[in-house]
């Protein structure tokens, strides 16, 4: 069986793009709009990762990182921020909030792809 991905992204144009680089990778692909919707997923299913913006009106990505790492399904599933914020201080943010890497938007497909392929291949 593949191993599935949630991706949580509030923009539909973005989200169907992540589906079909998910999916091409080889990757079983759930998506979400809102950090609310990403909460009851998470509450309910186990992911093998997560891909998280960091930017989600009303519940954040920070929120939705330290809540999954509440759940007893997805308390060890790696998270992946996904943000278009290069500053200083984000990397330390999302550590805090538990999230295990940090991918900076735009970006180019295949080195997305390593980053997942990283965080799925781990032991």
Do not use: W
């Not at 990403?38 to 299913?45: C, G, I, N, S, Y």
């Not at 330290?66 to 990397?91: E, H, K, W, Y």
């Amino acid at each position: 069986m593949a191993k599935s991905v949630l991706v949580i992204e509030d923009f539909p144009a973005t989200l169907s793009m992540f589906k079909q680089i998910i999916e091409t990778a080889g990757y079983e692909f759930q998506g979400v709009e809102t950090g609310e919707k990403a909460l009851e997923v998470l509450a309910r299913k186990k992911f093998d990762l997560i891909l998280l913006d960091i930017m989600l009106p009303r519940v954040d990505g920070f929120e939705v990182a330290r809540r999954a790492r509440t759940s007893r399904f997805n308390r060890a599933t790696p998270i992946i921020a996904l943000t278009a914020f290069d500053v200083a201080d984000i990397t330390n943010r999302c550590r805090a909030a538990g999230i295990n890497d940090v991918f900076l938007k735009p970006f180019e497909v295949d080195n997305l792809i390593d980053v997942i392929n990283k965080h799925l291949m781990a032991p």
